[in-house]
């Protein structure tokens, strides 16, 4: 099975900064990677899939790049909304798997 | 509007069987692939099943392998994911989920989701 591995796991921030959760898989998986944020007590949402494709209707805050093995989520201009948690996922090969999760806390 | 319903969750002791089930509206449900996802109380998103969209291809993770089966009536619009031999870490809130696809690849990305049914396996 490919491992998904995020860090950091959490991270703290400040309104108006820009902030980088990478994300590594244990074998390439080209560039089929998704980012999603989920809010608390919420179904996930879809922000970024296949590695830099912004979904619509997200904001163009949000950024992905990558490629290979190391993967990366950038927020650029942080809002209050954004401090809630992401998740990374390779749809390369089946078994799917979902990265461990990165908590993002308001410092 | 995309709907996804799930029902079926409860408690259940361990070695028990469940069976999930997701009534989708809004889209032509025989076009799409499904997917159950879950997440543990307090705990990341865990993929669990796939199913392509005739239902001829399914998949599984390793952690439900042989215990679960997913299927769908596509006349029905009803995805449904039966579960044996439960244990008590397939405690978890479980989503029916809607994939999209992108390029040539089967399985993209979840746009859609359920609003989950709680699945508790304890004596």
């Known amino acids: 099975d490919i491992q998904m591995t995020q860090s950091p796991s959490s991270l703290s921030a400040s309104v108006g900064d820009t902030v980088t959760i990478t994300c590594r898989a244990s074998q390439s998986i080209s560039t089929y990677l998704n980012w999603y944020q989920q809010q608390p007590g919420k179904a996930p949402k879809v922000l970024i899939y296949a590695t830099s494709s912004l979904q619509s209707g997200v904001p163009s805050r949000f950024s992905g790049s990558g490629s290979g093995t190391d993967f990366s989520l950038t927020i650029s201009g942080l809002q209050p909304e954004d401090f809630t948690s992401y998740y990374c996922q390779q749809t390369y090969r089946t078994p799917i798997t979902f990265g461990q999760g990165t908590r993002l806390e308001i410092k | 509007e995309v709907q996804l319903l799930e029902s079926g969750g409860g408690l259940v002791q361990p070695g028990g069987s469940l069976r999930l089930s997701c009534a989708a509206s809004g889209f032509t449900f025989n076009s799409y692939v499904m997917s159950w996802v879950r997440q543990a109380p307090g705990k990341g998103l865990e993929w669990v099943s796939a199913?392509?969209?005739?239902?001829?291809?399914?998949y599984y993770a390793d952690s439900v392998k042989g215990r679960v089966t997913i299927s769908r009536d596509n006349f029905k619009n009803t995805l449904y994911l039966q579960m044996t031999t439960l244990r008590a870490e397939d405690t978890a809130i479980y989503y029916c989920?809607?994939?999209?696809?992108?390029?040539?690849?089967?399985?993209?990305?979840?746009?859609?989701w359920g609003q989950g049914t709680l699945v508790t396996v304890s004596s």
């Open positions: 199913i392509d969209n005739s239902g001829a291809g399914t």
């Open positions: 989920a809607k994939t999209e696809k992108y390029g040539t690849t089967w399985y993209g990305f979840v746009q859609d």
